[in-house]
Every structure is written in structure tokens, then in C-alpha cells.
């Protein structure tokens, strides 16, 4: 996979031991676990925050008394005091803002997905290589405990070949006006399955719907298809009565079940599977599949926040020059396979290439 | 909806009085049930039981001691007193064993799907209205007092517009040797769609993969379009390590959970859903949705055995000249929708129109 | 119910329109919550915090920057913008800090339970009453939107006679070195039976024991009996591998699930029971009990937090002169029944009488 | 743990290669399930059948034509072909057939609990003992694979010290007319401590109530004292809208949680638990205690009924000449210690202590 890797000589302006100043664009939803984040990142200082409403500075004010606010985000750009800002807008607003954001010489970390479309999110990257900065997608999943051990087992052949990912997510909004339910709830799985798998998928065949006039796509189920049999699906839902997170992973040696609204045991290790029992693969009537039954096994997992942990690796990949795990080019790949997804749901489900450069 | 209405006169070869012999043909999985359900059935007697397997015998004839045995089921088509067959065979088998009850004059309930192509599904519908012969579909789901409740809930508005069925079918196994798992599970859910909903699909779009050699699909996802914006998806799997059957139904009124594997509480009714705030439809970044949510409600359900009233209701409609719920059409149609799935399957989810007749 | 009403005129000194000061002691595990809540009740204002831990009042201090802090709590007493106390200290100091409040002229909320004797608890609720000053206790479940409406359906005899209480509280930890686990754990179900019934436990019978050398008891079971044939009981225990919250209500009519760990549907109604089907109820053989099972329903429940209530309900008490529903002669009640569950378990179990002053 | 050993020399008159003549006594609820069990246990043959009502003897001879009817039990003790009983009638009825049986130099396999008093139980037990015949109580528990799981672990000392054992039984119905919920539930509870743990209950404190004029107690709760710091509670109610079957064991190595009605991972392996971490055990308020939070696990466990192996381990027991792992002196324990907790029941919870013979 190629990465952003910035020219560490244009990058290494700070000295490690300085404090990295940071500024929080936007502070809706978001915002505030950016801000309490970056507040006990070591190294790390929060200079100000920005956002349109005045009430909502009013509450980081609480959280944070002694910091700059401000309704207008060009301001942080142009304090000297800010080394790099975390944007938490809504999406058809992340290209403008970050494109500014590195054009002032600031690193960046963007909320999912990285931008509207691939040609904007191929641009910033670019901006970001050439002026040697560091461009981080905000892929929250990617750094939770439960993903870094399904990775492994996955890498460590536990699993063995992995036969499919299956995931899915609903509950009862929340409906975002600018993106549709695959732009705001599939783009995790889409950013997961890139950092546990080593392949990335060829083709996408998607179907969603509209319940609610006007407004974009609020339920989708996305197909991933891969070069060998393995195959993702993901189901997403803003219009659901209940609250669903669940992803079954199944592997020739072992499957895994994942359940991120389990407060403990949110992964579960099954030795289950299947053991072709003929050897005749002619005789289509013939067939036979014996089944295996082992132990499940659930691994304890740390408890720490994923976004502590992002906020952390932000703050190391600007002081050290490195690429993030959830770099611009990672940001990029998925945007261009959520456009192809909204492609496909255009076309009732027709499979839509996924041409890699 | 057309039935295979067959002509009252020609049928009424049975004064209602007499009772209806039965022969039960195949004996291994499903067999049983509708030998100990028939066994019980007012109107009814079991007059004998095939199988090519002679150890399968001897158990039907622990069950059934008076009974005739025989491993070639057309001793049973030339039995006088056997009035009607179930047929419980491998899928490749239906059409030829079917078509030649019919020809026997012999009443045919089939094991679902009705047969392995729509051409053959037709000429069996066709073979029994010329015959003036019941010709039924084990499709078992329309018969459990759940989707009964459902159908309700949906025919009296409580449900309002229904915007989507969403459905999970999961386990490890059974691997059919002859036909793909939408065959095999997603039947279900086409047979309870076409029961519930006064519409049926207008095209399909359908993903699936084998993930064993030389055995067909053994994971598979499917796409119902419906002329108005509801959408119906089924995923099914053989190879999961956990058993899910799960439907989430979703309407502007009401959402309804079924989860057919809880022992009681099958049914959950959600009042719950979104209302949209802001009337302004063209400000796409501006439109706000409202969320309701009120009680939850569990509709106590009877807990009699839906191949129970499965069997009641074949011996019933051979006594009244009546088409089942599940008759040859409604088969038909569900094999015409399985062939396009498969189709779209082949084509990696790209939808295929269902022409109806 | 005896509660101790004090005398209005003695108590009315504030104007209604004032604001009431509030000082929070102890600032560990639960005094945090106080002091945000405090922080948004509606006609009060936080004036200081204490903690003996300077660490502690730092983070107070981030919460709250503008309050006085201090590690003598007496500080807070003689501080004259400070009308009343909300102390969240360990149990055996509760009875000290109390007295030495209410002697200041405060009015005191005290962390459950009100003191560690019964003794302590009667000299409390005699001081606030002499002085005119509100005593209340943080029986934080009776203010919680669920326990509020099981009260609701019980008393508007929904629930028909209530034939028991059953209580589960299990998790591992939090291990408290001066109470075990009943004066913990327990007293959150002695407090919600005091609301949600009309009449008290006559007699209680426990056991409990301790697995920790030289620690109290950390697990143990309680039965309250009345004066009917309602039976309360309460298993609690720190040493359990998972989380359990459950209680469950038996009455004539209906029976209530109260699951506090579930996100939504805390409560289930169900309306099951069983009928006596024979007259005779000599011939103990012959006795038939008839089941009845119809619906099971989820009243939606607002989200409001019970601190939040409590807060604005210790407010409001002030400023009207009013007893709160948890106020001091409750908090004794409770404390008796503690010292008798603590005595029976001394006895293994053999009853305890009950004698109300 | 003295086992009814009878003299190998006058139990052996059955030459091991011969059938054990089976007759089952008592055709109700229990009836149908020993006999589908014993007509498929290798070396044993059902010979006949009884029960007061005829009703029940025609389903008999559904399931088993070939086998003798009669509505009197005497018939199957003086029939010659019969080697043993196995008695599922009401409990109070236990007594005298078992005796009778025994007295016809019958082998005797009785439903739970063995007799209705402690002094009936030992009556059978010795004239077993005299007459060298088999007398094994249906504990049927203790035969699960679950059970004997956990018996392995805790043997093996992966639990470490059992630190307690807390059962939960509850749903509604079936209400007994003859015994109390104790007799009917608990008692499984009973058998198996008896067969996991090394040590026996010294004292037993017991609280219940009937909520249905005329009727046992239907809900109790019982707690039993060893003579280390392990504590053993049981908790039934025939009067809950849910069904509950869990027992949970804490031990200082591993916790676990077996619940019943989970259709796999019935049984859940914790590595929690906690340590302490002061050394000073005399300073009370300063004692602090740590928690340990490790991996879970599910042992994979074979599927085979309890009633199948234990009809296999009666038949093997008579043939053996061996004592059954649930035999005569295991059943008058367990009958003690219901005796015991009844006892406790009537004084409120006033421990009874178990003086062992």
C-alpha cells in the first residue's frame, strides 16, 4: 500500500521535545471528544477551537477555560501558536477547510471520510506530500483494542484464509444531511477491512434506499467482492429500532464474532468450520460437508479509548515525520470505494470496478 | 394474486366426510415431521412411506407401525387408498416425483422449492389445474403464528407504509449438495414477503460465493426493488459459527423485531421512527430529522406447530377443492425470484427484472 | 410514613428567588457527579469543594475553575455563601461531617447510607429536625425514571398484590474496606422497596460471608418479610465475573422486569400469572395451578439522569421548606433494616425482628 | 462419601451378557422421556409399563407397541422378565413403590428426590443394601456434560478454592401439589454440589413463601453453610415470567457461569478475580483490593442427553454389581438437606444444622 510517506527532512521542523499546538475546527458532535482528547495528550497543548455557533464555544469554554475560541476557523489557521488542527465539520466542508488548513502549513487530521470525492481527496494528499505535512484520517475503528487484536489474528494466521467479513450497523439515526448512511456508517467497516486484510477489494455492488423525502440514502448493504473467494458485506441502517454492531469475520480455521456494544467480551474467538468429506468433487449430489465444533475463546482486551490512542499517534507522526496508519492515501482509497458504491446503488446493485493506481 | 383456483366440480371427488390417505415420500430430514404431523391430523391417514434408504424405514416404522414401507415411491402412486403424497426429497428430485403424482391423480404437497427451474415450477402448476388436483408448497414460515401476527400488523395499518424487510438466516450448515443457499434459506423470506406484503419484487440483485470447492453458493445476499421506495434484503449463511434468524421489519407507524430463535417474545413492535423537521427539501444541508420513541410491545403468540396447521390446512383445501395459501403459483413465484437471484449472483449483483405473468 | 417535616417558618429563610450555595465534600468516586450536577441545577451555584487529596481537588478544579477548593472541609462550613452540603465521603465519617454541618446551620445531602449506626441516624434526623434544616439522603434509584415508574404501576394497582421483590446486584468490585457489601449494594433495594410499597419489612433474615481475609462481607442475601405473604430479596456480591442489575416484581395481576444494565427497554411488563383451577384445597394431592400468559410491554422511559432530579429535588426542598422523599427519617429506616440484615448474617440467618419507632 | 456398596457376590446373578428387563412406573410428565431412553440403551429392554390413567398408557404404546400395560404397578413387580423399575410418580408415592420393588428383588432407579422424608430414604437404602440390589435416584444433573465439566475443573483445581456457588431456578410453573418448590428444584442444586464439591453443607438457612392459599411454597431461597468460607445459595420460584437456569461459581483461580438455556457455550471460564494488595489487615478503612480481568472461555461440550447416559450407567451399575454415582446414601443426603431447609423455612431463615450420619 502506498503511503504518504513525507520527506522526513521538510518535516522535522519541530524538535521532539517541543509541544505540538493544536487547533479543533468544529464543535458539534465531534468536537468535544477531539478537544478532551488532545487536552490529556502528552506532548500535545490545545491552543483554541472554532466553530460557527457561539453556544457551542461557550460549552468547550467550560471544558476548557483558558483556550482561544473563535467563530471563524481562519483565525487558528493563522495563529502561530497552532502546529496542526483536527477537523471535525460536516463532509462537504473537510475539502476546503483542510486544503486551507495545509496551505497554512499546518498537519492535519480530518473526521471520516477524509472528503466528498476521490478528486478532492487525491488533491489533498498531494498538497500534503508536497508541503510535508502530515494529512491523518480520522478511521476511529482502526485503533480500538478489538480491531488491533482481530488484526492480528488475522496476520498471525490465526484465522487462517479469511472467507468473509460480514458487518452490521443500525440504529435509529443519525440521519446526516450531506452524506448518505454508507458515507457516515459504512466508511468504518471500509477502513477496517483495509487494516486487517492484505488485499484490497476489486469490485463493489451496492443497493440502498431513501425513506425519507429529500433527504440522502438512509439504508444500504454494500458487497466488497476480492480477488479470491472472499467476500465483504456490510448492512447499514439509520432506521432502525434497535442499536446493532456486529461484525462476523469467518476464516477457514477460525470465525470471529465482534460486538462493539458488548461492554466486555467484544470479541469472540469461535473454533467452528466446516471439512469437505468427499473427495468426488464431480458429483454435484453427492457432496458431502462435515462440520467441526471447537471451544470459543474470548480474549481480554485493554480498555483504552481509541481516540486517546489516535490522538497520540497524531501528535508521534508529527514530532517523528511519520505517515499515520490512517494516512491520506488510506483516506483516499476509501472515499473511492464509497463513490463506487454510490455508483452501484445508483444502478440497483451492477457491479462497479475498483481500478487501483 | 393469481391462484391456481382448480374447478370446484373436477375436484370434488371426496365427499367431505371420508378421510384423505396420505403417502409420505423421502424420509430423511424433514420427512418425520410430516409423518408425525399427518399422523395427528383430523381428516387424515397415513397410508405409507418411502425412501431409497431401508434403515430410514425401519425408524418411520417405529413411528408408525401399521403403515406401508416401500423404496420405490410409485407403490405409492398406485395405492388406491393414498389420496394425496408429501414429498420431502432432495430439490433435483421435486419436479419428476410431482409431476408424476399428478399424473397418478394424486393431490401433491412439495417440500420447498417447488422445483429446481420456473419451467418446471409452471408445468406443475399447470399439470394440476388440468388435473383439478391440489398442488401446495411447503412453504412453513406462513404458517407459525409469528408471520400470521405480522401479516396483521402490516394488513391493518398498525405497521403504516412498510419501507423495508431485513433479514438474517445463519448457522453452520446444512450444506445442500444440489442447490445454494438462497435456495435453501432465502426461500423463506421470499415466501413470507410474498404472504405479508400486497406487492411483490419488480428485480433482484444478489451477491454470493463458495467458499468450498465444488459445492454451490454457501453465502449469499439478496436485494428485493419494490415499484415504491421499500426494499427487502436477505442475508444468508451456512458457514457461521452462530445461529441467527432474525427479521427487521420496518415501517413509517411501527417497526417490528422477529426473532424466530427466542423461546417466547418472538415478536417485538417498536413504536419508533423519524419525522421529518424542516419543510425546506432543496437546502440538502440543512434538512433535519426528528427521532420518536415510545413503548415497545410483545404480542403474546399461540404456540401451536406451524406444519400442524400446515397439514390441517392441505387435508382442508383437498376436502373443499380450495387453493392453499402456499399453492403452485405462489411457488412458481418464488422460484422465478430464486433464478434471478442466482442470475444476478453470476453477475455480481447486477439486477435482473421480474417479468410477471 | 413518618418523615421529618420541619417547621416552615423555621426554615423559610431564603427568599425563594435566592440562589442556594452549595459546597460538595469529598470529591472521589461520587463527588464528581454531584458537583456536575450541581453545576447545572437551576437556582443553586457550587461555592467550594473539599477532599483531604490535593490531587483530587485539581481535577475538581479543571471541572469547576472558579470554585473554592480545600482539604478541610470545615472550611466549607464556616463559609457563609455556602447554605448547604452534599457529602460524598467514606461511610464512617458521614455522621461527623453530618452533624457538624447541620450544627453550621447547612442543610446536608449524605451519600447512602446515612450513617453507619441506627444510632448515629437518630441523632441526625432529631438535629436537622431541631435546627430546621433539610436532611437528606442520596437514594439515588428512587429518583431514576424506571424505579418512578414501578412505583406508578404498583400504586395505580397495575401490578395487582405484589408478591415479591427479587434483586440481583453482582459485578466485580468496587470492594468498600468500612461497610460490606449489603450496606453497598443492598441499600440501593431497601430504599426502592421503602418507595415503590406502602408497607415495611417486619422481620429480615441474611447471610453473607467474606472470601477476603480481613475485609467485610463481599457477598452476601438478604430476605425482608412483611406482614402478608410478600417476600423481598436481595442477592448482592463484589466478586461476580459479570454485571448483573436485575430486579424482578411478582404480583396477582402483572410481573416487572426491571434489567438497569439494558440501554432501552429497562422495563418489561409482563402479564403473566397463574389462576387456581381447584376449589378444594384440602386434598394436597389434587391441587391444579392453571398459567396464564398474554403480552409482554416496554413503557418508554425518559432519558432525565436520577442525579439530575435529585439535585433540582434537594433544591427545591430548601427553597420550600419542604421534606425530601429521601430525607432523614427514610435514611434511618434503611439503616435499621442494614443493622439487622448485618446482625442475622452475624446469626446465619436466623430472623431479626423489626420494631418501628 | 460412604457409598451403598452392595456385596459384588449377591448382586451378580445377572451373567453380564444378558438383557436388564426394564418396567417404567409412572407414565406422566417424566414417564415418556425414561422410556424413549431405556428402548435405546444397549443391554436393556423395556418390558412393560404402568399408570393409574389408560389415557396415558395408549401413548405409551405408541411409542413402544410390543411392551405390557397395566394400570398397576404390581404387575410389573411380580412379572419375571423385569429386572428393574424406574419410578417417576408423584413424590409422596415414592416410598411405598420403591419399597415394594426392592422387596420383589427389584433393582430400583427412582425419580428425584428419593422419598419425602429423611427416615423413608434410609429405609431404602438399607433394605437395598440388604438384598444386594441397585437403588439409583434420578439426579439427572449430574450427568450433564456441563456438570461433569465443571466438576473436572474444579478437581483439577483450575477453579482454585470455591469461594461460593449461587443458583438461580426460575419460571413459571409447574407448581408440584405435594412438595414444595424446594423438593422440585433445588434439589438438583443439591445433587450437584454434592458431586462437584469435596465437601458437604454443615448447616443450611432457608426462607419462602406460598403466594397460592393451599399451595407449597412456591418461591425459596436457601443458603448452606461449609466449614470454610465457601457459601452455597439457591434461589427458585415457580412463579417468574421469564425462565432462568444459572449457576454461577467463584473460586479464587477462574469463575463460571453456566447457564442452562444457552443452547451452545452453556458453560463461561473467567480468568477474574481479585488480589489483595494491602498487607496490613488490621487498618479496616484502609484495606484496598485489586481486580484481575482476564481472557474467557467456553469448553466445547458433547451433546448427549443426561437421561441417556444415566440410563447406560443403571444398566451398567446392575450388571456391575456397582454403586451408582447418584445412589441410595447420595439420595438421603439430599433428602436431609431439604428436610433441613424446610425446617429453616418454617422459622424464617433460623439456621438448622446437618449433623452427618
Request: aromatic share 6%.
Amino acid at each position: 500500500m502506498l503511503l504518504t510517506v513525507p520527506s522526513p527532512t521538510i518535516c522535522r521542523e519541530l524538535p521532539s521535545a517541543s509541544t505540538v499546538g493544536i487547533g479543533v475546527i468544529g464543535y458539534g458532535y465531534w468536537g468535544p471528544n477531539l478537544l478532551r482528547n488532545f487536552m490529556k495528550t502528552a506532548g500535545a497543548e490545545v491552543v483554541g477551537v472554532s466553530d460557527l455557533d457561539p453556544a457551542r464555544l461557550l460549552n468547550a469554554k467550560k471544558l476548557a477555560p483558558g483556550i482561544r475560541e473563535t467563530t471563524d476557523f481562519k483565525d487558528l489557521l493563522s495563529d502561530l501558536r497552532v502546529d496542526a488542527v483536527a477537523i471535525a465539520t460536516p463532509v462537504h466542508t473537510h475539502f476546503d477547510i483542510a486544503m486551507a488548513a495545509l496551505r497554512s502549513g499546518k498537519h492535519v487530521l480530518v473526521e471520516k471520510p477524509l472528503a466528498q470525492t476521490s478528486a478532492q481527496a487525491r488533491q489533498l494528499v498531494d498538497e500534503a506530500a508536497r508541503r510535508g505535512r502530515v494529512l491523518m484520517v480520522d478511521h476511529t475503528f482502526i485503533y480500538t483494542p478489538a480491531v488491533q487484536k482481530i488484526r492480528d489474528l488475522i496476520r498471525e494466521r490465526v484465522v487462517g484464509d479469511v472467507y468473509y467479513y460480514n458487518s452490521t450497523r443500525a440504529s435509529l439515526g443519525l440521519f446526516q444531511p450531506d452524506v448518505n448512511v454508507i458515507w457516515d456508517l459504512a466508511v468504518h467497516d471500509m477502513s477496517i477491512i483495509q487494516h486487517i486484510l492484505t488485499n484490497g477489494p476489486i469490485a463493489v455492488s451496492a443497493t440502498g434506499v431513501s425513506h425519507v423525502a429529500g433527504s440522502p440514502e438512509n439504508m444500504a448493504h454494500v458487497a466488497l467482492f476480492f480477488s479470491d473467494s472472499c467476500i465483504a458485506h456490510i448492512s447499514v441502517n439509520w432506521l432502525s429500532p434497535i442499536k446493532i454492531r456486529q461484525i462476523l469475520i469467518g476464516g477457514s480455521s477460525k470465525m470471529i464474532m465482534y460486538d462493539d456494544l458488548e461492554a466486555t467480551e467484544k470479541i469472540k474467538v469461535y473454533d467452528k468450520g466446516v471439512v469437505t468429506l468427499s473427495g468426488s468433487e464431480k458429483d454435484v449430489h453427492q457432496l458431502k460437508v462435515g462440520y467441526r465444533a471447537g471451544d470459543m475463546w474470548a480474549p481480554h482486551l485493554p480498555a483504552k479509548e481509541a481516540l486517546e490512542s489516535e490522538a497520540e499517534h497524531f501528535v508521534d507522526c508529527i514530532r517523528r515525520g511519520d505517515a499515520p496508519m490512517s494516512n491520506g492515501t488510506t483516506g483516499l482509497q476509501v472515499v473511492q470505494i464509497l463513490e463506487a458504491a454510490s455508483k452501484s446503488i445508483a444502478a440497483q446493485g451492477a457491479p462497479i470496478s475498483l481500478h487501483r493506481s
